[in-house]
């Protein structure tokens, strides 16, 4: 019971507390605009913004903690191994397999005609777009894969299998990315963050968002597990999880969707929120044996 003890004490922390840190950063980032002018540009971002940055603040700040409350006493044990030319291989594999996957529904909407060219394409407005996509896909796969991998698949499946703990975690993983956009009129309260936070996750409770948005979300939770699993580290699924944040970021600026075309069935810029993504996702898990084949290390 301590693993999942320990487990439920971050994710309340995470959430209820970074809901509750919201206001108090957000009255911070307006004081310090008045006292200086060049603190403007944060204080305007819209208060969601300062959910989200919360959000991810007491992560990151629980993450330490957390691994030494579960008696995880090096990064070796959440995938972090040395690297050598094998790992990069995985990461190289990793990313290939995240490319055509995504590649394939991308593809078929557009020929499908769901969704169309962009109307505003330029070489340095995609170029600019990369670059942006490529920094944040390393450090959303590094950290959310040390989080749900490293660390929470791989503190419960010494307790619940490695099945069990991809399923869990896949559904976790699915969870916490399962939020819709939501704003907030009106003045600011302490109460505003949490107000925020259950209109994010009304989706849990709309048929056409669970099935299957939130199926193909844990769908990709496991898949990333059991290439960790497969590999006993971090890199295949890290170049996975990059590959399919540079798509997810960059699909929305070279296509567009048609209007009255079924976002339902194709998905929206997210990609893999559509029935389309069903298949390409558990073919991927199929075909993972053989793109990940175990290391000495774990057949070992």
Not at 79 to 107: C, D, S
Not at 118 to 132: E, H
Not at 141 to 163: I, Q, Y
Request: hydrophobic share 55%; net charge positive; aromatic share 12%.
């Amino acid at each position: 019971m301590r693993v999942p003890r320990a487990w439920l004490l971050y994710l309340l922390m995470v959430f209820v507390g970074g809901a509750l840190l919201a206001p108090a950063l957000y009255w911070l980032a307006q004081g310090l605009a008045f006292e200086w002018p060049v603190w403007e540009r944060v204080a305007a971002n819209p208060f969601h913004r300062f959910v989200h940055r919360s959000l991810e603040i007491l992560a990151l700040a629980g993450l330490w903690p957390l691994l030494r409350q579960l008696r995880v006493n090096s990064w070796r044990q959440v995938g972090w191994v040395a690297p050598r030319r094998l790992r990069w291989q995985e990461l190289g594999g990793g990313f290939v397999l995240g490319f055509l996957t995504m590649a394939i529904i991308a593809g078929v909407s557009l020929v499908g005609g769901t969704r169309t060219a962009g109307s505003s394409l330029s070489a340095a407005g995609l170029a600019g777009r990369l670059g942006s996509a490529t920094l944040t896909a390393v450090a959303v796969a590094v950290l959310e894969e040390t989080l749900f991998r490293g660390a929470l698949f791989g503190t419960l499946k010494d307790g619940f299998g490695w099945a069990g703990a991809a399923l869990f975690s896949g559904l976790v993983f699915a969870a916490v990315h399962f939020f819709e956009p939501a704003r907030s009129s009106g003045p600011v309260g302490w109460t505003t963050g949490l107000a925020m936070l259950a209109r994010m996750l009304r989706g849990l409770g709309e048929w056409h968002s669970l099935v299957p948005g939130f199926l193909n979300l844990t769908i990709v939770g496991i898949l990333l597990a059991v290439a960790f699993h497969r590999t006993g580290a971090l890199y295949f699924s890290i170049g996975l999880h990059a590959s399919w944040v540079v798509w997810i970021k960059l699909y929305g600026y070279v296509s567009q969707p048609v209007a009255g075309a079924g976002i339902w069935v194709c998905g929206s810029d997210k990609l893999v929120d559509g029935w389309l993504a069903l298949p390409v996702l558990l073919a991927a898990l199929w075909a993972l044996p053989w793109l990940a084949p175990r290391t000495e290390e774990e057949a070992g």
